[in-house]
């Protein structure tokens, strides 16, 4: 069944509303294990909140740090959410700031949006690996984008960024970092975009990571296997996602700046706190997710053993997609696997996302083993079958699924 079919038609006698929420939430349940390319851990899951998510108004409207008028809202979980990534990201925790904002895109275009106000003039400089929100951010505040090059590894080429801080040497700058791109999960070298702006000069300058999806796991690396990216490499702000990693089960995002930025909204009379935020009204559910996932059962430990589970899982099925012939392509420390986009006819319907050419297994917490095992099986099958080939790359393309990175 699909979700369509859940809809009945309208002549039919409608269901209890028990049965299609039942049947709504089998066909996902079902449909959850071909979905390989969704960034989102599902493993975690939150039955103690049930009652306060399916029957409490929660408005976090405004500045996260002031009340408002308002008791309905979940400032204090927020706060501490902020707080806890902040440290995270080397903060100190009595002077970070931030928001839980309703993804990474509005935590993108508040951090551009911040730079074009403090730093008239702003060019915006991003890889052109990096996720189509930095566009959008750029787009909003009517500031131009360069777009620098990514090299083998998809990761921001430096010589490049050098060639182009050059040519708007005498604008302000925001790079925009990502670490963790969406198509193959590499990470820019923050610090050492900081130390080519401070090589050249460019004082007036911002440098936000865009860290949706690999921003927790890899702060919770052991220093030597991860480059650090927060605010002691140069970031000026950073956004996660809490939807990819931490497993929030919808869509939200934290967005972190070392302290309040100087450009932080005025008071508003009718909310009673400032408007320091992108959006008006916020979710209030979600910063109760995020605090529920940082905090229980084991906090930061859990997360580091699960994101070493998700990476072992990468690692397998990196290694069976080369054992039975399929190019692939993984670059440890990530949870994505790279492969040639099968064209023709597989048994299963199975989502791997990605353009014309290159699919993608993301190996989150929640995506079980087995279930990459069938895909696995029914692509060899197919491909000894010939009713799958691999898609061929276009001429040129040198950029493809050859190997493991490491
Ligand atoms: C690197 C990166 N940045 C930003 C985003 C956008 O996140 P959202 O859709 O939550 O706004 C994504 C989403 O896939 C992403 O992978």
Redesign the pocket.
Known sequence: MTLSEVTLPASDPAPPLTTRAAQLQAVLAADRRHHLAF?GATDLTYPDLAAVLSSQLLNNVGDPFEPGHGRNHTKDYEIDVVRRLGVLFGGHREQVWGYVA?????G?VHAVDEAATALPGLVVYASTA??Y?VAKAARLVRAPLVAVPADAHGRMRLDALRMQLMRFRDRPAAIVA?V???ETEAADDVAGIAGLCDHLGVTRRRIHV?A??AGVPRALLPAHQQPPFGFAAGATSVVV?G??FLSTLM?C?VLLYPRRPVTAGTPVSYIGAADTTIAGSRNGHTPLLLWWSLTTAGGLDKHRARADAARRLAADTYERLRRIGWRARWQPPAFTVTLTQPAGRLARPWVLGGDQHTGRIICMPGLEAAWVGEFLDDLRAAALARTVVPMPRPAGNTSGEQGCLS
């Open positions: 960034p309703s993804g990474a895109t509005e993108t990096a996720h929100s990502t963790g791109t969406t865009d949706a999806l996602s939807h990819k869509p995002a």
